[in-house]
């Protein structure tokens, strides 16, 4: 099979008004993807699924990412001239700047007919409140649908061209999306035999408030 | 009956009279069997318990296991697992119940006819065990429905599941057609059906059922 590099290369000659980015994975498993234009999303994979080369006929798996939003801290390290004339200084210049979240699919493809893959595709959307359309991708794969359901309703992604977008593993009447890292689950946590962490901090609210305190006990002494 | 049930609080039938337990066995090795209508409807009952099929997770094939030739949980008589809750003497609550899956596992049991008996199978059943901090976890199936045996393990193995069914069958023996200690279902003022929880915005509505759930106290220092 072709690098995604040579994969990436095509696609920029194929689609020239789209934009795709090669995401590397630092870790071990070094399993690169690629990122697409949310826009040219279903074209692209059409082209992935028919060009004679890769035909990527099978999307094993979908899931879904929550990013939320980050604070991250840039270093940046300057030497300064020492005006009593010694030698440079080295200042170090922290700049914060935030990361904007976004919502985040992940599409695992296969080629059955080829015997090769993984490809590795994301597709990211504008932002985690107003800006959470993404084209869907079950037109393409039929495999997708199921699982493109699922991130609707743990993530909040709305698939737009999805035969039956419903929720699947939650109640239709359910709101929020209970995977999203800033979910709150209810407060049932009345007892809890072995809290820990955030539990513990929950079900404090339940205890008993303590017994006033009855007369102070005086000092023994005399 | 030469069995003696170690259920606290279980007194012998008066099988004939005044007759002392002592004398009923000498008279059964000269080949006379003494005992009552109640005994014997009670014997009956306990030896031809009919669960109802059905199973909610990995427990449900410690279940399956035990009704197989290794176990065999005929030898207990409770071998036919019913389909249909009209015809079903026990539940058998094996496995995670969600809290989608709740209100559905409330309604058989209100469609079950009395007398009718509840195994809470295994952690999840009795409290949510590994998954009690789920969103989508009901903290265990007493919040809605009368639990009479609660089955610890994650899973239970097939024995343990026959010793929880000879517990039930001792409680089962001990009940009386009449008087202070009449079963369940004959005393007049018990509920044989429960209201099925409605689905919440998050949680179910009530998430548990008051009458017959109090979150235990723990008198634990703030």
Known sequence: ?222 | MSDTPTTPGYTPFPAAGNISDAEREDLRRHGILLTSLEELYGWGRSNSIWPLQFGLACCAIEMIAAATARFDIARFGAEIFRPSPRQADLMIVSGTVTKKMAPQVVRLWNQMPEPKYCIAMGACAISGGPFKQGYNVLKGIDRFIPVDIYIPGCPPRPEALLHGLTQLQEKIRAERVSGPQAARHLQPDTASEFPVPDYGAHDLQPPSNPKLFTAPVLPRKA
């Open chain 1, 1 to 222: 099979m072709e690098t995604l590099e040579q994969i990436r290369d095509r696609l920029l000659a194929r689609f020239p008004a789209a934009k795709v980015e090669l995401v590397t994975n630092p870790g071990t498993a070094a399993e690169h993807s690629l990122l697409l234009d949310a826009v040219f999303a279903p074209e692209i994979a059409r082209f992935l699924r028919d060009d004679p080369a890769l035909r990527l006929d099978y999307c094993s798996n979908v899931s879904g990412v929550d990013w939320p939003e980050k604070e991250i801290t840039d270093t940046v390290k300057k030497s300064v001239p020492d005006p009593a004339g010694g030698p440079d200084k080295v200042v170090e210049e922290k700049t914060k700047r935030i990361q904007p979240g976004c919502l985040e699919a992940v599409y695992h493809l296969y080629s059955m007919t080829l015997k090769h893959g993984p490809v590795v595709l994301r597709l990211r959307t504008g932002n985690r409140t107003d800006q959470v359309t993404l084209p869907s991708l079950t037109p393409v794969w039929r495999a997708a649908d199921f699982q493109e359901r699922e991130i609707f309703d743990l993530y909040g992604i709305i698939f737009s061209g999805h035969p039956d977008l419903r929720r699947i593993l939650m109640w239709d009447e359910f709101k929020d999306h209970p995977m999203r890292k800033d979910y709150v689950s209810p407060d049932d946590f009345e007892w809890e035999p072995t809290p820990h962490g955030d539990v513990h901090e929950r079900a404090k609210a339940h205890y008993p408030a303590p017994p006033p305190a009855a007369t102070p006990t005086p000092e023994a002494k005399p």
